[in-house]
């Protein structure tokens, strides 16, 4: 356990620079005590460790001391290895750098580390769109990410669902963000969330932004994502399934049915889902055919007779009689 903790402190020290002992402390999870311990270990041992005293004191490594990553364990080689999403980097234009990094970390391991980790390579592969996402091209992602790495401001012409659909946007990118194969820039004013695939001219302003010290990305996007599925609850249906109807609801029309669902006595289950609205609900119930039964609201029971009727009336042979 102790090795560990001083090789981390090592590592910390080495990739952030100056840390007082409390800060160390916190990031560790021990008592500032055990810090002063390890830190005078580490002295003890020749690491070129300084402590400076004062409100600005901390501790620091000698400029230009490096430590080799001959501490890691198994487990995290593996886990470093398995972080490695080559396609996305390449669409970064990090492809070769990612590769170079990772060349650079498996030189410094032991070599049954080194032997696991391109093991790992071997045997597992990260594929993030889903099945039946067609690939967009993002000609604009490497510039989009260099604003983001050097705060620059950007001047865009981007592409909505709304009118006009074409608008030009003076944006402050504060973050990327990769969802299911598909790249997001959050910027300010806001900020927002843009499609990078929608963005259809772009020119860097001159002048540069600073991202508030208080901007959490994860967490504007995990409340981002939060706000966006609220949003997609406008209503609800009352329905009966059949029971092979309930058992292709997925998603959250798969939890309500789970929350809500009432068995009835002919087998059927009467249940109140979630819709976005009309249209998108009667198309998503006509997929499941006769299996489900629109209780309510009666415009939506109402439109599902409407489209059935429909239906039935287009494949109607000469000799089908006419539909009650």
Not at 95 to 108: P, T
Not at 146 to 151: E, K, Y
Not at 201 to 227: C, I, K, M, S, T
Request: net charge neutral; glycine share 10%.
């Amino acid at each position: 356990m102790r090795a560990g903790r001083l090789l981390s402190i090592l590592l910390l020290l080495q990739t952030r620079g100056r840390m007082t002992a409390a800060e160390l402390a916190a990031e560790l999870e021990v008592s500032v005590r055990t810090v002063y311990r390890d830190t005078e270990a580490l002295h003890a041992a020749g690491v070129p460790l300084y402590g400076d005293a004062g409100h600005r004191g901390g501790y620091r490594l000698l400029d230009g001391y490096r430590t080799r990553l001959t501490g890691l364990n198994p487990e995290e080689a593996e886990a470093l290895f398995l972080s490695g999403v080559p396609g996305p980097a390449a669409e970064l234009g990090l492809g070769s750098v990612l590769a170079a990094a990772q060349l650079k970390v498996r030189a410094a391991l032991p070599p049954a580390l080194r032997e696991q980790a391109g093991r790992i390579q071997a045997r597992f592969h990260l594929d993030a769109p889903g099945w039946y996402a067609q690939a967009r091209p993002v000609p604009f992602l490497p510039a989009v990410a260099d604003a983001v790495w050097n705060g620059h401001v950007l001047q865009l012409r981007y592409r909505r669902w709304k009118e006009p659909t074409e608008v030009d946007r003076r944006l402050e990118p504060y973050g990327l963000v990769l969802k299911a194969g598909r790249w997001y820039l959050v910027a300010a004013p806001g900020p927002r969330v843009y499609r990078i695939d929608q963005i259809l001219g772009l020119q860097r302003l001159e002048g540069g932004f600073r991202v508030p010290g208080n901007f959490d990305l994860a967490a504007y996007w995990q409340a981002h994502q939060a706000e966006f599925h609220a949003s997609l609850h406008t209503a609800d249906a009352v329905v009966r399934l059949s029971p092979e109807g309930a058992a292709r609801l997925t998603g959250p029309a798969g939890r309500a049915l789970r929350a809500t669902g009432e068995p009835q006595a002919d087998g059927w289950t009467r249940a109140v889902l979630p819709i976005e609205s009309l249209d998108h609900a009667c198309r998503e119930f006509l997929a499941l055919g006769a299996e489900v039964e629109v209780l309510e609201p009666p415009a939506l029971r109402e439109r599902m007779a409407a489209t059935a009727r429909a239906i039935a009336a287009l494949h109607a042979g000469p000799d089908t009689p006419p539909a009650a």
